[in-house]
């Protein structure tokens, strides 16, 4: 068996990306062959010393077709996530033309790019990769593409960077949000900006790969797809035993995405999720990006204060905000920033 | 450091602030209580609190604080005003 171990650098996602599904088909294939991806950004080359470390040969042997890949690290310190390549590439659903043109958008040493990869393979369908990640190389690149998967905040980040038009101008037949709760305001903008396509929210992640998909243009997810599942009291969903870190709460029908287990301030004892917060501020008029964090009060433990782009002012936001939160969610803190950071795998930077 | 009369003048804009403009600044007078007074509770007086940090660029301690003393617009500036040199 043979094990390659990558770290791609900056500025390489070309030469990179085309290394890697090369790889890729071959263990699809049958090839004896196994992969550990380190993510190439800097911040994760920095850290890559304490994940991998020395190691890594011999803390991944085995047989071959095996897949190593890390957690974003969102919330928490990235971890390993060894997948068994030729199972997913098999069982990965999804129809698809070779006619359709994919674009990456996220960074192909991750799941979510190993994912569209793999679509892209198994259905013959055209990649293109884009100079660079970054918003305005994306644009760059998205006139030829026919479909793109998509995480919500790099999609408003697109729109913030779109000078030009061309979002307007693209035809798109197929459209996915994921990585991160895709609201009724996203998906009302994207079909603004694509009346024919199919847009799909998707529900999926590095440990449990692709849980749950949904085309119907409404945020949420139908309760007829989640029929049998377990949730903890909180509204934890657990896959197969395991805790997934997300809450959901169902309403009329259908789970709305609550927040990460992780991502809560403690205002005076009551759990305020970040994500809600979030969200009540990107379904106002002019906010185009937000993000929530706690801060530390003497008084009440923490408090949760906001940052977005936008055109909407700071005190209109507050008044808008206490209209749809509880008190304890209202932002002690609103300010309007030139831009709110997305991590590299294209989400809200929460460290 | 700043003076007494400088929090004050920003501690009030900061409750109007935080009470989104139903309480005028200059309308809060150094004698007014907080809560009992200007109507806000624990959580507004705990937004109030982080407005002042942030401007002060203090962190206030978490223990040793009697918070039950300090319940009119000029205690709290004093209470702050010491915070600064701590």
Known sequence: MELRFWCGKPGELRTETAHLIKHLKAIAQGADLSLVLAPFTDSARNAESDWLGGDVWREFPGPGGLLTVYTSGTTDQPKAIVKDFVLAFRSKKGKGRPSDRWLLTYNPYRWAGISMITHVLRTNAQLIVPASLEARDILLALPGASHISVTPSLFRKLMLTDNSGVLGRVRLEQVTFGG?????????LARAYWPSARITHVYASTEHGDICSVSDDREGIPEEKWRGQV????GELLLNGQPTGDIWALRDGRYYFQGRVQEVANVGGAKVFLSTVEQA???IAGVLQARAFAVPSALVGQLVSLEYEGTTAPGELAVELRKRLPKVAWPAKVDKVECVRLSEAGKIGRS | MKSKEEILARLKEVVEGVSLGSRKASSISDSDMLITGLGLDSLDYASVLLGME????????????????????????DFLRNEQGR
């Open chain 1, 231 to 234: 949730f903890t009291m909180e």
């Open chain 2, 54 to 77: 942030q401007w002060l660029g203090i962190h206030i301690r978490e223990e040793g604080v009697n918070w039950r003393e300090i319940q009119s617009v000029s205690q709290l500036a």
């Open chain 1, 281 to 283: 501020a990107l379904a």
């Open chain 1, 180 to 188: 991160e709760v895709a609201t009724q305001s996203v998906l009302d």
